[in-house]
Nanobody, 122 residues
Framework: VQLQASGGGLVQAGGSLRLSCTAS????????IGWFRQAPGTEREFVAAITRGGGSTYYPDSVKGRFTISRDNAKNTAYLQMNSLRPEDTAVYYCAARYGSTYSTASDYNYWGQGTLVTVSS
């Protein structure tokens, strides 16, 4: 599967953005989808994940209550709604897909999108 992330941009602290991850191919629903982010000089960080049917979602404490992951399998698209953004959320955001069920380790994912830059100004 090929993934393309979009929707990044510049936003003021406290604002919102919605990222999209569009997949090619006909088996999008077979994959667990995750979002990760990477700021300069840091390792890739888990942000959110959603199971194949969308029934379960996972977040680290750093974004819980502010970010929401969702998916529309009919549109081959996953979303990351980001609210109450903070300057420390500034990073390149990546979507990823995998067949397995574990979700927070970047190296477990099989496919990656190209990333979209989110910049939050203070």
């Amino acid at each position: 599967v090929q993934l393309q992330a979009s929707g990044g941009g510049l936003v003021q602290a406290g604002g919102s953005l919605r990222l999209s991850c569009t997949a090619s191919g006909r088996t999008f629903s077979a994959y667990l989808i995750g979002w990760f982010r990477q700021a300069p000089g840091t390792e890739r960080e888990f942000v959110a994940a959603i199971t194949r049917g969308g029934g379960s979602t996972y977040y680290p404490d750093s974004v819980k209550g502010r970010f929401t992951i969702s998916r529309d399998n009919a549109k081959n698209t996953a979303y990351l709604q980001m609210n109450s953004l903070r300057p420390e959320d500034t990073a390149v955001y990546y979507c990823a897909a995998r067949y397995g069920s574990t979700y927070s380790t970047a190296s477990d994912y099989n496919y990656w999108g190209q990333g979209t830059l989110v910049t939050v100004s203070s």
